[in-house]
Nanobody, 126 residues
Framework: QVHLVESGGGLVQAGGSLRLSCAAS????????MGWFRQAPGKEREFVAA??????????SYSDSVKGRFTISRDNAKNTVYLQMNSLKPEDTAVYYC?????????????????WGQGTQVTVSS
């Protein structure tokens, strides 16, 4: 069982930055792929970024809408995954969710992720 708790959301002006954190319980954090998803009002949950083990190294992937602006990273010693969000836009406004699972690198769907946090609100004003 993995328990995930997100933090770091808030209100920011367009062009600003935020860093989200997701703290995970459990001793097997390093064996899980970690992902960030978001859901805006009236829209479906969408993939944002993920970091997965490829048998050689940790691999990161991003949605086209955030590529070049967001960076996902993980600290296995702290059981924490981060999402650094720069150059934020009003369309980035959403509830951001952290997820963990045994997921192949490059998978961008939510289904394979077994564990989810409660989410943290990010609001970007224009």
């Amino acid at each position: 069982q993995v328990h995930l708790v997100e933090s770091g959301g808030g209100l920011v002006q367009a062009g600003g930055s935020l860093r989200l954190s997701c703290a995970a319980s459990g001793r097997t954090f390093s064996s899980y792929s970690m992902g960030w998803f978001r859901q805006a009002p009236g829209k479906e949950r969408e993939f944002v970024a993920a970091v997965s083990w490829t048998a050689i190294s940790w691999s990161t992937s991003y949605s086209d809408s955030v590529k070049g602006r967001f960076t996902i990273s993980r600290d296995n010693a702290k059981n924490t995954v981060y999402l650094q969000m720069n150059s934020l836009k009003p369309e980035d406004t959403a509830v951001y969710y952290c997820a963990a699972g045994v997921v192949t690198a490059g998978v961008v769907t939510a289904g394979p992720y077994h564990y989810w946090g409660q989410g943290t609100q990010v609001t970007v004003s224009s």
